[in-house]
Structures are given as C-alpha cells and as structure tokens.
C-alpha cells in the first residue's frame, strides 16, 4: 500500500493496534509523534484501540494517556471490555477442569504455571519466579496459597520453564483428542532464548476472532478498519480483510502479510508513519 490511496484511507474508522513492539517503545512509553496523531486522528472520527497480550488492566494506563473511548482486546482476544466505562462485551473462561489438569501437570513435570484472570495473574509460592518470567503482561500480580479458589474464571493459563521437552508434553496433551475446545501457543522467549512459554486459552480466542466480534459491536465494515502489529500473536489479525501495517521490527510473517511496512522500527515511532499518511488522506477528503 502506497500514499496514493486515499480512497481506502478515508473510509477508515478504526485503528487496532497492538501495543509491545508495535506502539510502545521497549521502554514501555508511546511516542510523542504517535500520541499526537492518536489524538489529531479523532477530530476526524477514528477511533482507536488496543489488541494486546496484555491484561486489560495492565492497559487502563495506557489507554488514559491516549485518552480513548473504545473497547479493548486484551488476553489476545479472550475479553473485549470497553473503556473506561468498564462494560464486558466478551469473556472466555477455560473450563474448570482443564485448569486442574494443568496444575496437576505443572506439579508432576516442575513447570511454572500461573492463572490469568481479568484483574490479576494469580501465583503460588512455588511458582514465585512468575512475575520476573512473566513481566511483558504489565500486570498485576497477586501471590496466593492456593490455586483452589481462582479456577472459576481463568481466561488463560501460562506454562514457563526452561525444560523444553515437559512444555512440548504438556503442549501434546492439550490438544485433541486429549481436550477439546482448548487452544494452545507455545514458543520460545523473545528476550530468553532459553525459556519457553506455553498459553492455554478457550478455542476461538484470539486477536483476530476478537476484531471480528469488536467490528461487530461497533458495526464498522472490516474493510474500515486498521491493523497494526509485529509478533506471531498479530497474525489472526493479519488474516481478516483489515488494512494491515507491519513494523519494520515485525517478524517476516507478518511483512509479507503487510498492505504497509514501516521504515522506521517501534523505538524510533515507526506507527507514526502510517498514522501522518492516513491523517493527510482524511485532510483531503
């Protein structure tokens, strides 16, 4: 996609980007090019939005300083709840016994494990390392002395150990004809090429179901909407008929997906590039 086409770029309505290596920094902060045009971008309609791996209230912050007005996808795609009235659109809860299961395997195999609810990511003593493992969610993290009380409402459970081949078997048996209805994303640490990650959420789950089910609510055509993102977990995103942007840090996947690629990477303000083409496209209209 080029500058030329205005046509597509003002018919937008709605900017969904994800945020880690896409519109924050790696030092967590938002560009100041980025926040103005954010904001500039509104006086012509379009709204703009977060799908994040994030729990939603490791966004509440973030989503203040942009002064937004929209749902959020968080959990990459397991709740959609609006800000900042707070109003759930959609949750998707892992059934109780899948959450036994998993403990029961973390226990046998020595794997960390931690529960993500809406407000918190709960651990265990001996799961004390979770917040250092797990510290790209942002969130809150809430120690207790048992899991018994927080199975009911687990959006996603997260594996993490250094032992590859106990995530890969506990990766086996969360997939069919073990469970049903469960998805699974195991991959290696960005950051710690030694440690491995396995997340179990409800099938259906993701950022890319998750931006079908906002446009919906919000009755925006997905022709209208914008997509922007740079790691494996954006991909479902990149599959819709959104317009897509790429980062120019984005895994290669998601470049030869790309309608557009940034020249410029997430820590030198690289969404602001597209944010200024579509911001003179609105100008002419």
Known sequence: ????????????KIIVSDLDGTILKDDGTIGD????????LRKYDVRFSFATGRLHSAVVDLAEELELRSPIISLDGCIIKSYPDGEILFESFLKEKYVKKAIEYANDYLLNIALCHADAIYFTEYNSVIPQLLRKYGAKYKEVTSYD??????????FASDIKDSIEFVKDKFMFPFTFGCAVSFFRSHSNPGLYYLEIRKTGS????????LLNFLKIKPQQAVVMGDWYNDISMFQTEAIKVAMANAIPELIRMADHVTEE?????????????????????
């Open 206 to 213: 993701t950022k890319g179901k998750a931006l079908k089910r």
């Open 149 to 158: 009380d927080y199975l009911k409402d687990t959006l996603e459970i997260v």
């Open 1 to 12: 996609m080029n500058s030329s086409d205005k046509e597509i770029l003002q018919n937008i």
């Open 265 to 285: 990477t997430n820590n030198n303000d690289g969404a602001a590039e597209f944010l200024e083409m579509l911001l003179m496209a609105k100008k002419d209209k």
């Open 33 to 40: 090019e980025t926040k103005k045009l954010i904001k500039e």
